[in-house]
């Protein structure tokens, strides 16, 4: 088995990595902008649904049956995808899935290949496959062509190059677009897009899409956006090659009803895409004579086969979490080593890759909870964080610091008798630290706390030792007293 | 009515004047107050940390402590939340029926501190005095597990002589997150200046919380950065009272 998420195997770990991206002002400012601006317009438009919770409800529900009965639905997505002109190809990992599309471009003798907004295909790395094999793939999605003519990674699920500003954007389009000049309102940039995509839509014979869902009873496919440009990729060419993670399954097309509604208001917060695609199989004189779809496994299964993490699999790719997450509006998305970022990203990347890469991630998060708030089909990441910690330490692979702080942490906490010892044994300790009450300085692994946090020293007396001296013995008193006595006077404040 | 206080281990350590606190406001309130000393911790550092069956002997132990206690007040919102969203998991993942009837009984009788006044004993307003101005951090746990809502509130509004200023971005994470802080000190410290920017823009005196361990974090950066404003624990402003106010809140150590 071939199965990776982009480059996250190789990736830096967390900490390291946000080390550096915090440390850079101009993503910091670009990334907090940019998710305050799309966090304000989701609340909104979410504000005007009287029905969101329930919404929020049926879509997980949805997505939890179809995940209980998967194999069912994705037969019979392949019959009805087959009958109406499709083809289907399963693929096991990312491997598979690369030459399987590949072979396909290859058999139209194709050298290029233009794409659809779609993360899975990063998630396979398709682009680097394509160009081993001599095919030039060109990304359509404004952002995704950001991302490509920079040489930069996706930051984002939604909006991948939401790390760059308007003016870093120019500069890469006029280097890499040849412009000798370029204004820099945002009309010029996409105008400058434009010109530089157009004539790909019309020349290039074979595109490549994504899936936001599988419709299993029509065999259709749906793929919403906001350009205009998916559409052309979807209509113009000869052949179209739709790559499909298992888990894009709905059942019926009236299930639409639902993560249309939840979709658009919690991606860009909009009450509708303004494209919103959907086909079935191949119609003759009219859009691709040939349809292939790619369904792709690539540890999915996996993740399907643990009960406590499988609704990690309800994902519909909004991007809410990442929008909402006080992690990712400090570090952006490259921090996360992964197609995937975010809160989302944080539990779906390690699961994907069977727990044994990214194992820093399900560690990069406060469990504030923002996360699972906004999540449209009420996915319970902190839970599946917390679940995730578990298994890395069932493994044996959490630090060896970490394993010796807790196990004596353990022993300390076994009984209060213990408890008080360590409380004493504390304030003998912290006696080189101690500056009036206060710690500035600590070494070890407590440095980064206090690098730029005081920490309080201490206190001479814990509570249960205050509690023993000043309470215990009058509520014992009071005890014996009590047929007697109804509650103590109130007392003088101290 | 006799409430049993669990008072949490890093609260018994590191702030026993907030224990002291509610003992008081409780006294004050004309209840009384029990402490059983066998209590240690709730196993929410092992738990979330991902050492789920470390913390499973410190469940058993809690369980036995306060098997008979008629209410147990909790001074931590994120040590309830603990409680109430993990318990009944850990129960129904040891496999014993009598670990799961023992969380069952237990859950209805445990309360967050405001919680506890607001919802138990029907009080918002306890007869304090503080006069300062406050702002309020709904700490993540009281806000999106406990889901208090304007519980705290309410009883601050309740104190003569508090100015209570409403905290902008108050529902963003201040970055501590428990093992999260040391593990990723970079972010969370970043975190954590976005969350003091926002308390410095409310020109307020004190940043209270539900929360020792929030209120500790932020604690640290407002006196490492001399920044005149300090933290102080919601029980400590209930407890304190005309003419002498509770001891933490006379500004000494900020």
């Not at chain 1, 991606?267 to 494209?275: L, S």
């Not at chain 2, 237990?106 to 007869?127: I, M, Q, S, W």
Request: proline share 6%; net charge negative.
């Amino acid at each position: 088995m071939s199965v990776y998420v982009g480059e996250a195997a190789d990736a830096p770990d967390f900490p390291a990595a946000a080390k550096k991206l915090v440390a850079n002002t101009q993503t910091r400012h670009n990334v907090r902008n940019a998710t305050d601006i799309i966090r304000r317009k989701r609340d909104r438009v979410v504000a005007e649904l009287p029905d969101w919770e329930e919404l929020r409800q049926a879509g997980h529900d949805i997505k939890q049956h179809v995940l209980r009965h998967l194999d069912f639905y994705l037969q019979q997505f392949e019959a009805a995808c087959t009958k109406a002109g499709g083809r289907i190809h399963w693929a096991r990992d990312a491997d598979e899935a690369n030459r399987i599309i590949v072979d396909l471009v290859k058999a139209q003798n194709a050298t290029e290949v233009i794409k659809v907004k779609t993360m899975t295909t990063d998630e396979i790395r398709l682009n680097a496959a394509l160009e081993a094999a001599g095919i030039t793939p060109y990304e359509t999605d404004l952002a995704d062509l950001i991302v490509q003519l920079g040489e930069d990674r996706p930051s984002h699920i939604v909006v991948p190059a939401l790390h760059r500003n308007k003016l870093e954007i120019r500069s890469i389009f006029m280097e890499k677009m040849g412009l000798k000049d370029l204004g820099e309102r945002p009309e010029d940039l996409t105008n400058a897009a434009r010109q530089y995509l157009r004539e790909k839509f019309l020349r290039v014979p074979v595109a490549i899409s994504g899936a936001n869902f599988a419709i299993a009873e029509t065999g259709s496919i749906c793929v919403v956006e906001s350009e205009g440009n998916g559409r052309m990729c979807l209509s113009l060419p000869r052949v179209l090659i739709s790559l499909v993670g298992i888990e894009k399954i709905i059942p019926t097309l009236q299930d639409l009803e639902v993560f249309l509604q939840l979709l658009p208001r919690s991606a860009t917060g909009e009450r509708m895409n303004p494209y919103n695609s959907i086909w079935t199989g191949v119609s003759p004189g009219d859009g691709p004579e040939e349809f292939h779809v790619v369904l792709l496994d690539n540890g999915r299964i996996n993740v399907l086969a643990d009960p406590e993490a499988r609704e990690t699999l309800d994902c519909i790719r909004c991007g809410a979490c990442l929008n909402a997450c006080p992690v990712y509006r400090q570090t952006g998305g490259h921090a996360y080593g992964s197609v995937y970022a975010g809160p989302i990203g944080a539990i779906l990347t390690p699961q994907l890759q069977f727990m044994e890469h990214s194992q820093t991630l399900p560690y990069a998060s406060s469990l504030c909870g923002a996360c699972y708030e906004v999540c449209p089909v009420k996915i319970n990441i902190p839970e599946i964080l917390v679940h995730l910690r578990g298994k890395i330490v069932e493994r044996g692979d959490a630090p060896l610091l970490e394993r010796a702080a807790m196990k004596a942490a353990s022993y300390a906490l076994e009984n209060s008798e213990r408890l008080a010892t360590a409380q004493k044994l504390a304030r003998w300790a912290q006696i080189p630290f101690n500056r009036g009450g206060t710690i500035h300085s600590l070494p070890g692994f407590l440095a980064g706390w206090t690098s730029v946090r005081d920490l309080p020293a201490v206190p001479k007396e814990s509570f249960r030792e205050w509690w023993s001296k000043n309470k215990k013995l009058k509520y014992e008193i009071l005890k014996r007293e009590l047929p007697k006595l109804e509650a103590p006077k109130p007392e003088e404040p101290e | 009515m006799q409430i049993s206080l669990f008072i949490t281990c890093y609260n018994d350590t590191l702030f026993p004047e907030t224990g002291k606190a509610v003992v008081a406001l409780l006294e004050r309130l004309g209840h009384t107050v029990d402490f059983r000393e066998a209590q240690t911790c709730c196993g929410q550092m092992h738990y979330n940390t991902g050492y789920q069956k470390e913390a499973l002997p410190l469940m058993r132990s809690f369980l036995d402590v306060f098997w008979d206690a008629e209410v147990i007040c909790i001074p931590s919102s994120s040590c309830v939340a603990m409680i109430r969203d993990h318990y009944p998991k850990m129960a129904a993942a040891s496999g014993e029926p009598a670990l799961v009837e023992a969380v069952k009984n237990l859950l209805p009788r445990v309360y967050e501190f405001a919680e506890l006044l607001v919802d138990k004993l029907g009080v918002t307003d306890v007869g304090a005095f503080f006069p300062h101005t406050v702002t309020l951090h709904p700490s993540c746990h009281s806000l999106r597990s406990l889901q208090v809502g304007d519980k705290p509130a309410r009883l601050l509004n309740g104190v003569r002589g508090l100015t209570l200023i409403e905290l902008p971005e108050a529902g963003q994470c201040c970055g501590f997150g428990g093992t999260f802080a040391v593990k990723n000190p970079e972010v969370s410290s970043a975190m954590l200046s976005d969350k003091i920017n926002c308390i410095l823009n409310t020109h307020a005196e004190i940043c209270t919380a539900l929360d020792n361990s929030c209120l500790m974090h932020i604690n640290g950066a407002l006196s490492r950065q001399r920044t005149g404003v300090r933290c102080v624990h919601l029980a400590e402003i209930l407890a304190s009272s005309e003419p002498i106010p509770h001891s933490r809140i006379t500004g000494e150590g900020a």
